[in-house]
C-alpha cells in the first residue's frame, strides 16, 4: 500500500476543461499531480487521503459543470461517490490501511483520480469486513440521498410512492423505505418491471403505458412519503388526492431548464389560494452524516441493500459512461473501476 513516503508524485484523473458541446466531449484521462504536493509530510486538519478503487456517477457530477456561469472556466477533476483504501489520515476514527467509501464534498468533487483528498469526518465511512468495496462505491450521493428522503418520514407500515424506482437514488429507496416495513409503490419504464418488483416494490407503474396521476388518483390510497427522483410536477399538483394532509411530497433537484426550474418554484412560492398545491413540498439536499453511511453500510453487509449496477466502465472510459448518464435512462447505477482493490 502506498504511504504518503511513498506514493507517487502523479496519478490519473479524469478531469474537463470545458463543457461546451457537452461535459462529455470534454473529458480527458491525463496524468495530474496527486491532491497533496509531493514533499508533504502532513495532512490538512480533518483531512484523509484515499487510494480510490471504484467511484460512480451522479447527474450532479456533469449538471454543476455544466452550469453557464461555471463551464469551460477551470480544469476539475470529476466525480464525488469513493470507495477506496486510506494513505493517511487526520481523523481520530478513521487509520491508514483502512477501508472506507463516501463522498467528496461539492464543488470540490476530486473522485475520479487514482487518489482523492477527503475533507471533513462526515463525507467517510468505514466498509464492514466482507463487504467488497464494489459494493458501497454508489453510496456516496444516491444512497446517502435515499436515506434521507425516506428513513426521517416514515414507520413500520406506512405507504411510500417512489417516481423512477429503477434510477440510481429512487432503486436504493425502493430498498429502504422495505427494509423500515413499508408498503411501496413505484414507477420504472417496461424493461425494468422486473428490476424494481425484485427490489421489493409492492406495485409498479410503467409510467409509458399508464397515467401516473390518474392511477393513483384511482387507487384510493393515502401515501405517507412521495419521493419524486425525476421531477414530474404533475404528480405534487394533484399530491391532495393521494399524499396525507401530514405526509411529505419529497424531492431532489431535476433538470436545470426552464420550465423545470419554473414549475419547482412555484411548487415551493405559489400560496394554496393562489393556485398553489395543498401538500407542502420538502426539497431533499443532502447532508453529509458519518452515521447515515454506517447504517447504508450495515443494510449492505446484512444482504439487505443492493447496488443494481447497469454498467461497470474503466477509468478511460469516463466519457462514455458520461454520455450514458446524461441519456437519463440508466438502470441503477453506472460504476467507474479506478484501481484494483
Known amino acids: 500500500m502506498a504511504t504518503l513516503a511513498t506514493r507517487p508524485s502523479t496519478m490519473k484523473a479524469a478531469q474537463w476543461g470545458s463543457s461546451v458541446g457537452g461535459i462529455e466531449r470534454n473529458i480527458q484521462v491525463v496524468d495530474v499531480p496527486l491532491p497533496l504536493a509531493p514533499d508533504a509530510t502532513r495532512l490538512p486538519a480533518e483531512s484523509t487521503l484515499v487510494r480510490v478503487a471504484y467511484s460512480s456517477l451522479n447527474p450532479v457530477d456533469y449538471k454543476f459543470p455544466e452550469l453557464p456561469f ?48 477527503v475533507h471533513g469526518s462526515q463525507g467517510i465511512a468505514p466498509v464492514p ?6 459494493d458501497v462505491a454508489a453510496l456516496g450521493v444516491a444512497g446517502l440521498l435515499a436515506y434521507q428522503a425516506i428513513v426521517p418520514f416514515v414507520r413500520e407500515g406506512d405507504k411510500v410512492f417512489v417516481n423512477g424506482g429503477s434510477g440510481g437514488i429512487g432503486h436504493y429507496a425502493v430498498q429502504i423505505a422495505k427494509i423500515l416495513g413499508c408498503s411501496v409503490t413505484a414507477t420504472c419504464s417496461g424493461p425494468n418491471l422486473d428490476l424494481v418488483k425484485s427490489l421489493g416494490a409492492d ?16 387507487q384510493g390510497t393515502q401515501y405517507t412519503v412521495l419521493f419524486d427522483t425525476v421531477s414530474t410536477p404533475a404528480i405534487y399538483w394533484s399530491a391532495h388526492h393521494y399524499l396525507k394532509p401530514s405526509g411529505s411530497y419529497n424531492c431532489i433537484p431535476g433538470d436545470t431548464n426552464f420550465a423545470t426550474v419554473y414549475s419547482m418554484a412555484a ?37 439487505r441493500l443492493k447496488t443494481a449496477v447497469e454498467h461497470e466502465y474503466e477509468l478511460d472510459a469516463a466519457a462514455e459512461a458520461f454520455a450514458r448518464l446524461k441519456s437519463g435512462r440508466t438502470r441503477g447505477k453506472l460504476l467507474i473501476r479506478v484501481a484494483e482493490e
Open 203 to 218: 406495485d409498479v407503474i410503467d409510467y409509458r403505458n399508464t397515467d401516473v396521476v390518474a392511477y393513483l388518483q384511482s
Open 70 to 117: 461555471i463551464g469551460g472556466r477551470i480544469n476539475h477533476i470529476l466525480g464525488s461517490d469513493f470507495a477506496g483504501t486510506v494513505v493517511s489520515t487526520t481523523l481520530p476514527d478513521i487509520s491508514p490501511g483502512q477501508r472506507v467509501f463516501g463522498m467528496t464534498k461539492i464543488p470540490a468533487f476530486g473522485a475520479l483520480a487514482e487518489y482523492a483528498m
Open 267 to 303: 411548487m415551493f412560492l405559489l400560496p394554496v389560494c393562489l393556485g398553489g398545491g395543498q401538500r407542502k413540498p420538502k426539497f431533499i439536499a443532502r447532508r453529509l452524516d458519518a452515521a447515515h453511511y454506517a447504517e447504508l453500510a450495515t443494510w449492505v453487509k446484512e444482504g
Open 129 to 134: 469486513d466482507g463487504v467488497p468495496l464494489r
